[in-house]
């Protein structure tokens, strides 16, 4: 059972762009892809830098001034996360309000804690879940009014810090939250370069790939999609025009989940490939597979976790892919479209398929391929049918038992680990999640093609799940 950490908040204030005539009021809208999750619980990450001679002074005096800075020179370019999402009476759908006059900004929080930096970047199976809520902030949501980010400094005293960037749902997906983390850590490193060099902090100019394209025009909704979600979630609320966020359960101290990163190299996921290719059953198909990193990594880290989790084999399990739609729309949005744009879908198995010995993984992979390439138009664009789906989720209570519902958060080509603030890169990356069952992948620290996979589970069922993850490629 781990300790409980104590953490000091030294100060919470609210960060600006700076002060510019080209900084007026605006209004930016939600598409359908945004409003669908409307009531989601945020997504957070958490980026932990190591120096072993910080001291709060030097965090204080240099460190936390650069991330403001920094901070504040990056919503010039991203002025609707400077805001707040508003539903107001005469509108039929919320959407993202800026106002330089109100003192709107981002929340954020200096904070210093007592806990282990080594044990928390660290990857046994010990580390709880609860242990990491201290390092995280508060998005501020009433019934009339939602912040759109939320950001934690934190510092362990002669250890290291860590940044938490806590998102709203219905605003940014996984791609745009990446984009705005990199262009945070490329002004803050710019800063710390201009001034060794004494020059001017005005010459720094964003790179092309980083600045958001906000046009929402983009995207096509001749249905009237956003405002059929919104109704919904109206008559989720009982008509009440509330943004506060649905509840979901919530992990108690001192728990018994805990989580733990696995690694699958280069040289795994060929592995796996070939056992795929290799698979009798599947050369009998004579079909074409798409066996990308992705695909093998999820096929491989599901048949693991139903078996870890010991769902019965008559059981159904519902195996599920995720993917940035951007280019999959007609026409495609542009690579920097700053928004929701993530389609998915899922397909029912046979537990006694997923666990099969022999032909299990090769079934999966086999399932996850065409679920790949079934993400054509009229399956990633909305319907009345997915909030739906969503709001039947929600009311029982976030999904079924472990093992039972299966995706991941979190992508292999996020490249989270290039955000580098001036400091060097991250020593780990960890994405908030306490659902039991919870899987995230991230580009692996070791880089060369490798995937690092995030798991949440009960510790039981992580100690079966890391002997099947690790004797599972021998």
């Given amino acids: 059972m781990a300790e409980k950490h104590k953490v000091k908040i030294h100060s919470v204030s609210k960060i600006s762009p700076p002060s510019s005539d080209s900084v007026t009021a605006s209004t930016l809208p939600l598409t359908y892809f945004d409003t669908l999750w409307l009531k989601f619980p945020p997504s957070e990450r958490l980026f932990f830098y190591q120096i072993t001679d910080l001291t709060f002074d030097l965090f204080n005096s240099v460190i936390i001034p650069k991330l403001a800075d920094s901070l504040s020179l990056t919503l010039l370019h991203y002025l609707p996360l400077a805001g707040h999402i508003m539903w107001p009476a005469d509108s039929a759908k919320p959407a993202i309000y800026y106002f330089p006059d109100q003192n709107d900004g981002v929340s954020f929080t200096v904070a210093e804690s007592d806990a282990d930096f080594s044990h928390l970047t660290g990857n046994n199976g010990n580390r709880e879940a609860v242990e990491f809520h201290h390092l995280t902030p508060q998005l501020s949501i009433s019934d009339d009014k939602a912040e759109v980010v939320a950001i934690q400094i934190t510092l362990f ?19 745009s939250k990446t984009m705005f983390e990199r262009s945070w850590a490329y002004f803050c490193k710019q800063l710390i370069q201009m001034q060794q060099q004494n020059l001017n902090n005005s010459s720094i100019l964003l790179p092309t790939e980083l600045i958001p394209c906000f046009d929402r025009t983009l995207i096509k909704d001749p249905e009237g999609l956003d405002v059929v979600y919104a109704n919904h979630w109206l008559a989720f609320q009982f008509d009440k025009r509330s943004l506060k966020l649905v509840s979901m359960p919530v992990l108690k101290a001192h728990s018994s989940v805990v989580r733990m990163s696995f690694e699958l190299t280069h040289e795994d996921i060929k592995k796996l490939r070939d056992k795929v290719q290799g698979n009798e059953v599947l050369i009998r198909k004579a079909k074409e597979l798409h066996l990308s990193s992705y695909v093998l990594t999820c096929a491989y880290v599901y048949v693991c976790l139903v078996k870890a989790t010991g769902v019965e084999g008559d059981a159904t399990v519902m195996l599920r892919v995720g993917a940035n739609c951007r280019s999959r729309l007609d026409p495609p949005l542009p690579v920097n479209y700053f928004g929701n744009c993530v389609g998915g879908h899922g397909t029912p198995a046979k537990v006694s398929d997923v666990v099969d010995p022999e032909n299990g993984i090769a079934f999966v992979a086999d399932k996850l391929s065409d679920l790949v390439k079934g993400l054509k138009r009229e399956v990633i664009e909305g319907s009345e049918e997915k909030i739906l789906n969503v709001l039947k989720y929600v009311k029982e209570g976030g999904g079924q038992a472990p093992g039972r519902l299966l995706g ?66 021998n």
């Fill in 157 to 175: 005293p002669k250890q290291g810090f860590c940044i938490s960037v806590l998102t709203h749902h219905a605003v940014i997906d996984g791609i």
């Fill in 408 to 473: 991941v958060a979190g992508s292999n080509r996020f490249d989270v680990y290039g955000s580098d603030f001036g400091w060097g890169k991250p020593k780990t990356v960890e994405i908030i999640l306490d659902r039991v069952g919870s899987i995230y992948l991230v580009e692996s620290r070791n880089g060369g093609g490798a995937v690092e996979v995030g798991v949440v589970l009960e510790k039981p069922q992580m100690e079966a799940f890391s002997s099947l993850f690790v004797n599972g490629l």
